[in-house]
């Protein structure tokens, strides 16, 4: 009696420590996967940052490879808008800029937005 009492509390504790073990991989697997986004995150705000420092001109290209594994892609288009006028306002542009990674074999993307305008 005491033998099978015995066991089934080491089945029991088996599990348990089987199920941790599987909540902490997939914990981790999380993580991985978040700080991988937050330095995408970071590369496309600092590709909008030096977009900005620079003259731009329409068109697309890719960025150059800054050793992460994130590859970029920029695209820079002129935006017409018009004033309260109706006359249509020179200098603004919408550029994108497109992050591409793999994470787990599987391919991921995110982009971001935003018009500039530079005289």
Do not use: C
């Given at each position: 009696m005491v033998l099978i009492e015995v066991v089934t509390a080491l089945?029991?504790?088996?599990?348990?420590a089987f199920a941790l073990v599987m909540a902490l991989d997939a914990t981790m697997d999380a993580a991985k996967q978040r700080n991988q986004i937050d330095a995408v995150m970071r590369g496309l705000a600092d590709q909008l940052a030096l977009i900005r420092a620079t003259?731009?001109?329409p068109g697309e290209k890719d960025?150059?490879?800054d050793g992460s594994g994130i590859a970029y892609h920029?695209?820079?288009a002129p935006e017409q808008l018009k004033d309260r006028k109706g006359q249509l306002v020179p200098g603004i542009?919408?550029?994108?800029?497109t992050a591409a990674w793999k994470f787990g074999g599987q391919a991921e993307d995110r982009s971001v937005s935003e018009l500039i305008f530079q005289p």
């Amino acid at each position: 009696m005491v033998l099978i009492e015995v066991v089934t509390a080491l089945f029991i504790f088996t599990m348990v420590a089987f199920a941790l073990v599987m909540a902490l991989d997939a914990t981790m697997d999380a993580a991985k996967q978040r700080n991988q986004i937050d330095a995408v995150m970071r590369g496309l705000a600092d590709q909008l940052a030096l977009i900005r420092a620079t003259p731009l001109s329409p068109g697309e290209k890719d960025a150059p490879d800054d050793g992460s594994g994130i590859a970029y892609h920029l695209q820079i288009a002129p935006e017409q808008l018009k004033d309260r006028k109706g006359q249509l306002v020179p200098g603004i542009y919408r550029v994108t800029v497109t992050a591409a990674w793999k994470f787990g074999g599987q391919a991921e993307d995110r982009s971001v937005s935003e018009l500039i305008f530079q005289p």
